[in-house]
Each structure stands twice: as structure tokens, then as C-alpha cells.
């Protein structure tokens, strides 16, 4: 019965990453030729960053995330990462989990955020995008750090960014 459970969750894992590595390819070629405003919608609605977050850098690293759903999306998103000739941009990965956890009857907060490029002699900016879930980051959280959230994707009744501290 023990054998039975095991294959049965890595059958589960395998799948899961299979769908993080088709939602990577499909959000990678949307990126690169499709104008944003034609495919944000599957991120959410564009809303306000909350007045917690304003004027602030994410200078703390976000935690792991711990429920269940959103645990299971962030390990399938580093295990397609892995698997992938080419390295999936922040955005992608963050649309991708953006994707699964609906399909899970969940919802995260899509983050993106700006940064001065401190290697840059000019005034060049470095753009960065994460996925928030209840617990901590689910994708991008340790690239986060330093960053300044400008915009916030939410889905309609679903996890808002003031419900996330």
C-alpha cells in the first residue's frame, strides 16, 4: 500500500511539471511576440499597491511557501525550470503559477517590481516579476530582494495584496 502512494505521488509531481513546462513554453512565446496587454488578463486585474508596500524594497527575503496547493505549484515551476533547454523569464514562471493555482481553485498576487541597475553607469532600470501566495513567494521570491513593487495583478475574488504582509 506504501509502494501504491509513493508512485502515485510521484506520478503526480511528474505531472504537475509537465503542465509547468507547457504553461513556461506558451508564457515565454506570449512574452516575446505578443503585445502584454493582449495576455495580462491571465494574470488579473491591475490593482493598487497597498499602502504597506509603497515607497518600500523587498530588502527581506520572502519566506517558503507552506500550503499545500501553492507548495505543490512551486516545486512542479523549479522542476520544469530545470528541464528547459533555456532559462524561463520571472515573468513566465510567475504567469505560469499564476495558471496552475487557479486550476487549483486558488489565486496569487503577481508582482512586479523596478530597480536602479546598480552595475549600470547610466540610469538603466532591471525589472523583476514574482508570484505571492498566502504563505511567502512562490516564484521569484529569491530574486526579489531590492526591488520596488510598482505593479500588482489580483484576480477577482481571489488572495489581494493587503491580505498578503
Known amino acids: 500500500m506504501v509502494l501504491i502512494h509513493y508512485f502515485s505521488r510521484s506520478w503526480r509531481g511528474y505531472m504537475n511539471a509537465a503542465e509547468a513546462l507547457v504553461l513556461l513554453v506558451v508564457f515565454g ?40 496547493e501553492e ?4 516545486i512542479a515551476i523549479e522542476r520544469a525550470c530545470r528541464r528547459l533547454p533555456f532559462i524561463p523569464t520571472c515573468l ?11 486550476h487549483r481553485g486558488r489565486s496569487g498576487v503577481v508582482v512586479i517590481g523596478l530597480r536602479l541597475n ?10 523583476h516579476a514574482w508570484l505571492l501566495g498566502k504563505c511567502g513567494a512562490i516564484t521569484g521570491g529569491k530574486n526579489a530582494p531590492g526591488f520596488t513593487p510598482t505593479n500588482i495583478f489580483e484576480l477577482p475574488s481571489g488572495l489581494s495584496a493587503d491580505e498578503i504582509l
Not at 30 to 43: C, D, E, F, H, N
Not at 71 to 74: F, L, N
Not at 118 to 127: I, N, T, V
Open 29 to 68: 512565446i506570449a512574452q516575446r511576440w505578443i503585445p502584454i496587454k493582449r495576455w495580462s488578463r491571465v494574470l488579473g486585474r491591475n490593482a493598487r499597491v497597498p499602502s504597506h508596500w509603497q515607497g518600500e524594497t523587498a530588502v527581506t527575503p520572502i519566506p517558503r511557501v507552506r500550503v499545500t
Open 71 to 74: 507548495r505543490v505549484v512551486a
Open 92 to 102: 513566465a514562471q510567475a504567469s505560469a503559477g499564476q495558471v496552475m493555482l487557479r
Open 118 to 127: 546598480p552595475l549600470s553607469a547610466g540610469k538603466s532600470w532591471e525589472a
